[in-house]
């Protein structure tokens, strides 16, 4: 090798070329022969009682060759969509577990909520069969927001679940927490919404079902995250099919955010309707449908207290939240605002007690799961709001407030109040570098410029961590997963030295071609131009978890790299053959063999040679062939961590907030390609500021959506969005053998409450106090305008 | 059904399709390039954008039929004995991409504004891209990608 | 989408005599407001006119007091005609930020004055400008124009062909974005006319509107300190999650100092 294209260098993307010739292969540009497609008939609804559904016209239309109900699923034996995460309550119940058919039964429970399923030999006329499909409907009052899912007298959406109470469940130490509160000499309180989202990844959710009744064999071809996770699903609990008869492929995935991890009613219907029907059935939703149907995100509703000691050194802190799970429990829905949330509520702060406690509540809305970040980006938002009001209150400064509680580096590993622990990191060092990356020296005189613009600037911090590199299975299992989380590699080495590695993580953005290769580049000395990397088969890689969690390098090149050492123990043997050495005495370095000490060398690509045509080889004691497995399952989190910095100019006329500067600190472990690593950081950026200023679902009272497209849902555009500032301060992960944390989250988990902290900043001169996300520009005028009645 | 002439990617065709065909499923679903993408059903995200007549165009709103007799340029014809056209080597230079799913959309819409402005601002290349939506980049290593890319026109490469 | 025919008249004659025959069918222009209805399925017409290959209505003519634009000329064009821009930059400007940029290379200035869509920006020039909207069979002021959300004076099988703007001493049009859809929130059209100032808004109402008030200050003293305390009542109008009705007439002010000094 000339250059580095190992760990560390930043390599051009190797899966780039076919995105940018337009040739990409997504799965709605997948065509199978003598292809048909599905249309799903959805409730207009939040909530009915279906009375009946009269096919009878759809199924005499033209084109249709299936129409298929609740009915018809039932009485061919289809699982219901089945939760992967069981929680329990205070009390030690199970959460409350209502059926999620593939296709509604007896009631519709939120807009959107699949009644039917027409299948045509065009997508035309399954759509204008799926007009002809009636469902008789018998309404019911709905409850669309969280805010009303628990009050007295609510709608119930499942009638199992009281006062639509999937669980009501709580971490910490509640006693140790009130004591820390007896003694403080001061007390932060906040009430928070964190609001609702739509994960829209570019590429809507498509699937093509393909049955082959010659070898009682399906194929799904499926918008996912993790192939492997929807084939364990669809065998064990709702297609009920032995996994060998059953192949699923997540071919190029255009973006997943969360929303593709989850195993949805579509990918099921069209593989069963493969079956029913014996023609593949393609199915790609419309944006519309996507707003209707997709997992959405975040959507609490949080009460916190914050006790501090005289010096603003934190005792203690209290968090009461309500989280929305909407209509039914999707795949992880359950495990978002628990494991996911509750235990980061340390934050990277020396918090000796905490207790919080999460109610979980059903709605009459779409499902709400994982969406970047997935209950990270909630603790984050409630701790680094409740920190800079805390340091208003007791007239501390915020950098100064944080530095006096932030863990320091001696104190690793560090023990949380909530489960977690640390195993290191370095929150000075980061906070430190973003100031210095953001210039806050200077950032008097930016205001000075602004307030001459007729604008008002804002500063805002945040000190976040996350807990990424999910995770390991004992650990989860404990706490209710029902699944291990480890991944799974497998690397082949080619006769002439090239190398294919499989993984069972999944690409859908994040570069995976290139860093993986780059893994395999630093472990074995070959070009990343002769390593290929597989993913998203089923049929081809032996198992693995997908991606989610920032868990891809952590647990999967992980995995990889155990895989990659095998070989090279294998290599060795071979080489001490050859060499006529005791293995003992081999080193293998920079692509070579060497007997340690000497000149005797052997090419890592003569090794594969050899152990592929074995003609001088220790047949008696070595097997022929360079190929390893391994499967990694984690020691712990990885704790990626950091400082974001942002300023904002504030239109005091119109309300506009404009984030002007971000400027973020991160230490995400070991960096194997800084270039994807920015990249990641960016596209985490923009959603965080999206969360902050643009983007809400809205549901109104009554469970309708009211804001289902793009012409409506704000989504982040190039104008709105500032360059990023992105600096790194590595600290090495202990537990895994590259050090790598992950990177794909902390964009969309550090930005959101330096944002809102900017805007209320800004705003503070004028006698503002509070701001809810998204900082819409009525809301920021709103604000200023009562705060001038307040203060005449 | 409608008879459609048209040249895609200099290539002359002749379609038989249904009146209501957009541009995009004539591309898509009859010629089967696959680069031009559809992400949204409102006009919003570009994902479906190609050149008509040397202009972007969001091909999910205009009819297959508007297009007869015009010259449509896509993601797949702009690249040139093998070599990336310079916007599509620059998007790879600058990591603009991610996904890919939107790329195609912004490297059209890209050429069509640095045909206009052969050295656009970032301000520039902002402002051009609201008819483009990305979900990974933050745009960031877009506006750098555009505006080399607009170099590497400049440059005739 | 349901069936229709397609047809493609070369002339404004032929292409009325089109739909007069279809009664069930409708003129297309650049399609950028029709193709979004009809993907939704939310009007179904029989026949599609398409007036692509009409070649009178693509001209845009300067003739001293009178900007004459086609109807078939497409917001782009407007925005970079060296005409347009000389007659009246204003308009030059407010066409350049219509949608986006693949919309304003395909919609038209026609096309959006007949749909006229409340939150359109090109009414607000019309109105503000006095202009004067030429169909195949009249001509009618801006102002009887636009009748209504979505609704104008045209008679069914009537087609706007040109839009005639009198030449403003000066003029300016500031927006405020609807955030998701690039429509006008409220955009306020200001020209200075021999006639005296006018003041036209969009977005705020069901329709285009003119600000009497606002215009009779600025009358007396074109300067944004002539708007200070004065305001819109928000009767009327559209209120919604991203702007209620005094939010939008709080803007209402608020855009209408802006155009005012940005008058040129």
Known sequence: MTTHQGIGAAVKRKEDRRFLLGKGQYVDDIVLPDQTYAVFVRSMYAHARIKGVDTAAAKAAPGVVGVFTGDDIAADGLGGLPCGWLIKSKDGSNMVEPAHPALAQGKVRHVGDPVAMVVATSKAAARAAAGLVDVDYDALPAVGLLADAFKPGAPVVHDEAKGNVCYDWHIGDPVATDAAFAKAAHVVELDLTNNRLAPNAIEPRAAIGDYNAANDHYTLYTTSQNPHVIRLLMGAFTLHVPEHKLRVVAPDVGGGFGSKIFHYAEELMVTWGSRKIGRPVKWTADRSEAFLSDAQGRDHISHARLALDGNGKILGLQVSTQANLGAYLSTFGSSVPTYLYATLLSGPYDMPAIYAEVKAAFTNTVPVDAYRGAGRPEAAYLLERLMDKAARQLGIDRIDLRRRNLIRPDQFPYQTAVALQYDIGNYQATLDLALQQIDYAGYDKRKAASAARGKLRGFGISTYIEACGIAPSAIAGALGARAGLYEAANVRVNPTGSVTIFTGTHSHGQGHETTFAQIVAEKLGVSIDNVDVVHGDTDRILFGMGTYGSRSAAVGGSALVKALDKVIDKGKKIAAHLLEASVGDIEFKDGNYRVIGTDKVKAFGEIAFTAYVPHNYPIETLEPGLEESAYYDPKNFTFPGGCHLVEVEIDPETGVAEVVEVAIADDVGTIINPMIVDGQAHGGLAQGIGQALYEEVRYDAEGQLTNGSFMDYCMPRAADLPNFKVGNHVTACTHNPIGVKGVGECGAIGVPPAVINAIIDALTPLGVTDMSMPATPEKIWRAIQAAKKQGA | ?157 | MKDFAFHRPTTIKDAVALLKHHSGGKFLAGGQSLLPVLKLELAEPTDLISLAHVKELHDIRHDGGNLAIGALVTHDQVHRSLDVKKAIPALATLAGGIGDAQVRNRGTLGGSVAHADPAADYPAALVGLGATIVTDRRKVAAEDFFTGLFQTALAADELVTAVHFPVPRRAAYAKFAHRASKYALVGVFVAETPGGVRVAVTGAGAKVFRVPAFEAALGKKLDASALDGLTVPSTGFNSDAEASADYRAHLVGVMARRAVQALA
């Not at chain 2, 205009?62 to 015009?70: Q, R």
Request: glycine content about 12%; some cysteine.
């Open chain 2, 1 to 157: 059904m409608a008879t459609i002439k048209l040249t895609v990617n200099r290539q002359a065709h002749t379609l038989e399709c249904a009146s209501t065909t957009l541009l995009v499923e004539a591309l898509r679903d009859h010629l089967r390039l696959t680069g031009t993408h559809v992400g949204c059903d409102t006009s919003q995200c570009g994902a479906c954008t190609v050149h008509v007549d040397g202009k972007s165009v969001k091909s999910c709103t205009m009819l297959a039929a508007e297009a007869d007799g015009a010259e449509i340029t896509t993601i797949e014809g702009l690249a040139t004995g093998g070599e990336l056209h310079p916007m599509q080597a620059a998007f790879r230079e600058h990591h603009g991409l991610q996904c890919g799913f939107c790329t195609p959309g912004m490297i059209m819409s890209a050429t069509d504004l640095c045909k206009r402005v052969p050295d656009p601002g970032e301000h520039e290349v902002r402002h051009w891209l609201e008819g483009n939506l990305c979900r990974c980049t933050g745009y960031h290593n877009i506006v750098k990608a555009v505006r080399a890319g607009a170099a590497g026109m400049r440059g005739g490469k």
